[in-house]
């Protein structure tokens, strides 16, 4: 993939210019709009001698130069032609704008994989096809086909959306600024994890912003999220197919399938990615880590308004999105004290009052007692910025931002307004200009700074996930309990002694080897629920209370399952009461094997308090689910009873998770329910494992 | 309060009329802006002949007229004096910017006590002080001090804000419309709640929506609120005062009390009042209620998008916000399925797709598909319009809207945004003459419409509050669970049989009369954990039993308790088991009693599982209450299990509900721990009233 010949071409033919509407006329009138330096394009038309009077070319072939970059607006039918021609050119690249193919039926399916066979034969990296093309701001090149207002918008932000609707919306935005504008449409060759890829590498993109339908490639995207992590960017993923509806619809759309969501999430969270919940969070998240200069050393805030009505919101938002208050050192407390009326409190959030709010000097002074306060981490200014106050009031507050701009101390500044009015495309250049992010509205602006502590506050520990290497077998196979454990065991999972008995007499064998007491469950590949069967006797203490239930299992399983396969049945140690855990695996063809922890029973079941992540996981990773339970104090000494042993269970998920790591292509699903966890320890008393098999 | 007279005065004095800046100044220049017919309106300034070319008194005195209402933009001192003439001119209502009242100090406080006694002297209805003034846009009365843009406002919100910022953050929002804005600052005499009240009576206002920092007076609360709950007029509140940090602040900034914050959203939950968690959500919930020309017949909403990424996005955003997608019916899919192109999938949201959002004819015979079906209660249409496109796709929408804008069977057309962009005045303008409610953006939008399904669902019973009539008694004493039980046994609760029992005789021949098993539990005032000091004996199944449990109780307690009040023990009939239910009453100083309900032991404490409601209760709210817990399927036939008797828990709730109300000054709190609820019914196992005791 010749990525850079795609989006960093240094020379580039437009077929199909014109000056009539249609992709060809807007994508020449965009070019010439917004690409300042335009030296080596090509504008190529058969029936044109010029376009918006620039020379037009009749055909590729008349062109004697290399072109890196051929942005194919004509039909779908020339398409590939056009891709020979352009290949007999030295071309690595090319924009399909034409629609027809893998987002309608089965015909433009046929045609989308004989275009992405031709990109292969001819090694060229092609972005969409049913694209709207693209922007660098970086290297001055604008191919994106859609109408937009004229404006300045290098930045740091590179953008990727299947969507070119969506992109388009983002350049409208006030305030926010691009590396590149990426629109991939079908994505059918060039993916959109190729494009994350591409700016995660690349320097002159600070944020990664995607919004996203259906994973393609997972091995890219986990490479690319990991070298994200890794050299600590930021990458912001949007992706539809949270609820089962918008999976049916993305389906349907550009012709992707959407992946399994939970262990796409599982793998956002374990690369530290930031998940946005809608596309004003995409745009809201990216723009506050686009604006910012530095990041804060901590989490704790102090909010600033010129209202004690905001300072009130602000409090509720805070609390809200679990943001952290500031406590101001005494001295801080003092200091800002002498600069407001002597009835007001200085609290946090603080109502400045007009005292401190219209009065540059003191509000300068102000900042620099928080800058020297260690227990602030940033500054949030709240205001409400409407049309009338930005050239009265707002001016005082950003004479005071500027005043301190080049301390040395200076911390992270923030403005977050309450209530949306415009988006006001001057306060937000001015803001920047300060380096102040100014983050979107209410909730949302909010939820920027929690995403922003998330992300400070992740710690990669260099653990590649294990991706499927070859799709999973169709055949499954149903394990028994014992040979379930059995499996565990072999690979070094701690399990309690067990043997099967296929006679009374074994049983009782068996028990005095184990230990009393004693457990017997009925042994058979075509009973899953054992107890309803009869199968299972507990709490036998000796050699015939052992014999009876074996005979007891066998009849009562005969008679309630005439058919099943009863082999005998398993012995093992009665297993002291403790908290039930359940433990869970469970494979995804695009992501590998998740490992899945939550307290049992109705926890589980009622409260859906249940933690997950791509195995394998790190003892850190693994203590880090069991304390994001909800239940966690039942591990942890809950009403004065003693702890039970969490350091057990995090190295019991860290070995199941190696196991279903390892076992990538063996493991479908695995249940060990419960798993019981003790002051001393944890005791598996249940397994159930669900394998693919080979196709013969 | 005559609330008529300062709010729809017929004749208006402005003290301290002026050119300058400043109250004054600002409220004459934007009284002449703003109001066109400024008939009886009167300027006074003790030095002006003219102020803005209209005339202008010296004093009050010289007017041969009655004022109405007096408008004092003059500093703290003259305030009072100017109250005592402007009475003299037959004056009810006054305005007071000035500062320096309750929000201050202990100086500033005893002057607004001072203030609001001469306001009832001289039976004068007094905003402020320390606000903004109001509009009222029905009569064209424009007495709000801030500099706001030039812009038709008329319409039918109704607000009312503490805070003056806040009141102008949303007369500046494009395309909303007002009957009243009012800034009450400390709202010392005329309240919010009295504002409230006034705008719920008011024909012109349709929806009323407050910020709101602490309640003054729960009962004209309490009234209002029933008011329009049985008008069915939307009331939009957003309090602050939910977090602990904002309460804090609440009470220094414009010096009122932010009551209990559970008690205060019990009254919103009881009376469908629409609540909003912050300044953004006020704004877009009254929004939509002005803007919307009658209202869905149901739940069902079909949305409609351009692109199918947004369609996406909208299926995730519905799911989130807890919206109903319809089901289309077959005919309704077969039509529409013919106005897309082939390969088109027609799903719920509706990716439209060029076909049918570039043509205004299709789109129009689409909604009256729409219309036709039976399954379909709403219609969104989700677009980010950029400034770009409004005159061109949009267009194509806005005309198809406007062709079945007469429909016979219309039905409510909503337009959801994606991303914020300029709230553009033009797109807010025409779609409110389409009817079709522009809605915030994302999730703000969505929360709308849910608010409006739960505004909608909402049914009202007629069952007023129970409010305090005077305060607690400050003395507090802990009942026995005896006298605990007695006290709710004599008010109609079913309690089993108890009997007190001071010696191991009396206890036997108490077990006898009650029949076993019997429990024991010691009975003295100052044991409140009974288990921990041995004070329990369970299962007790003949006298000797029940004899040598009494002898051991005693000792246990004596020993462990040496300095307590030991008065027998308490012999109870011992109950079967059952699903440990909480029920608790907690009154407020505000607002009364509250009921509250959940599941027992780690599921209140660790999920926080509860339910609360103002009692009393009806039968109707009880069930909501069961239902409406997180672990309810326990009581309902979980994993199999027989169903319990939730009527019998929710007819013990409604009793319980009833003491509370009717011993509203007696009940302090309340533990019922734990209801045994079975499939017979429910059983009382314990109870705790701690009483307040009228002072001596």
Redesign the interface.
Known sequence: MRLDKLLKPKSIAIIGASEKAGFGGDTTRNFFRFTKKSEKVYLVHPKYDTVLGHKCWHSLDEIDDTIDLTVICTNQKTVIPLLEQASRKGCHAAVVFASGYG???AE?KALQKELIDKCAELDIALMGPNCAGFANYVDDIFLFAF???ERERKGNIGMI???G??V???L??PGIKFSYVISSGNSANVTVEDYIEFLVNDPDTKVVAA?Y?GVKKPDVLERALRKAAQIRKPVII?K???????K???S???GSLAGSDGAFRALLKKYGVIEA?????L?AHAKMFSALSEYPKGERFVFMN???????????????SGIT?ADLSDETKEELKKML?????V???L?MTASLGYDSDKLAAAFRYLFKDPGVDSICLGY?I????WD?TVDYMVEAIQMVSNDADRKPIFWLP??????HPKSAQILEECRVPLL?????GLKSLKKLMDFLKFEYEDTPASLPEKPFGKKTRVYTEYESKMFLAERGVPVVPQEIALTAEEAAEAAERIGYPIVLKINSKDIMHKSNVGGVKLNLMNADEVKEAFESIISSGRKHCPDADIQGVLVAHMLKSGVEVIVGVKNDPQFGPMIMAGLGG?FV???KDVQTALAPITKKQAMDMIRAL??F??LDG??GAEKLNVDALSDFLVAVSDVAAQEKHVIKEMDINPVLVTKEGVEMADALLISYEEEE
């Open positions: 987002e309608t039926g433009g109408e937009t207002e959306s299947q969507s609707q969506i388009l919306a983002g409208d935005l919004y339908e949007l539809t197919g949270r609820s089962a509806k918008s049916e619809l993305a349907s759309h550009t919940e809608d596309l004003e969070e745009f010129v209202s004690g009505g905001e300072a009130g919101v602000t409090a509720d938002l805070a609390d809200m208050l009326p002597s009835y007001a409190t609290n946090n959030p109502d409400t409407t049309p009338e106050i009265t309450f209530i949306e009015h415009t988006r979107f509205t209410g909730k949302y109705v079941e009622i409260f909800k239940g104090p039942l809950y009403r």
